[in-house]
């Protein structure tokens, strides 16, 4: 299983969105994450839903939901709850499912931090993260970087300075590989 997160810049790049619905293979199970859209709650439902039409035209079968639909997240004070069986379920009829980074919470639907989200995923799917570089156009992304520690975090950062934001979230979901979409089409 993979676990892709969507930046926010990922998120508002069109050249980004085709390379990765037509060259991103999705031959096994995949949970697709993003971050919240600036706008607000509305918007981020609505940023979700977009990710889920783009898969669609590509013929890529997907189902798309808030976090807070269906009880797939939950926040309490205690942290973050998976509806696993959930998930799992509708990863047994499609091969994607994107969920948006909203919670249900006891005063209603919040936003919640993507990358709490995408840890909370790795851990009850022992799953491999994805995340792509800001910039689909940048040199960063024709070959797969595993960010795992301090040391290869600095080595890229030093080489690809442009791509600093998407080093340092690549380094806070460690492992992580980073790289383009086109480095996952087979």
Known sequence: MKII??????????????????????????????????????????????????????????NAFSGDQKGMVKQDATGL?????????????????????VAATASGSELINAQALVTAHRFAFDAEVI???DNPLSPLATKRNLIEDEATRDKIMNMYEEEQAAISRAYDLRPALLAGPANFAQ
């Not at 980004?16 to 037509?22: A, G």
């Not at 069986?85 to 994607?96: F, G, K």
């Open 81 to 101: 709850k998976l509806n696993i069986p959930t998930i799992e379920s509708l990863l047994q009829v499609v091969p994607v499912v994107v969920l948006g980074p």
């Open 5 to 62: 997160f969507l930046s926010a810049a990922n998120l508002g790049d069109r050249l980004f969105f085709k390379d990765f619905v037509h060259r991103f293979s999705f031959k096994e199970p995949v949970i697709v994450l993003h971050e919240p859209h600036p706008g607000g709650l509305a918007t981020t439902r609505m940023a979700t839903k977009r990710i889920s039409a783009f898969l669609s035209e590509a013929m890529v079968h997907n």
């Open 131 to 133: 995340c792509f570089v």
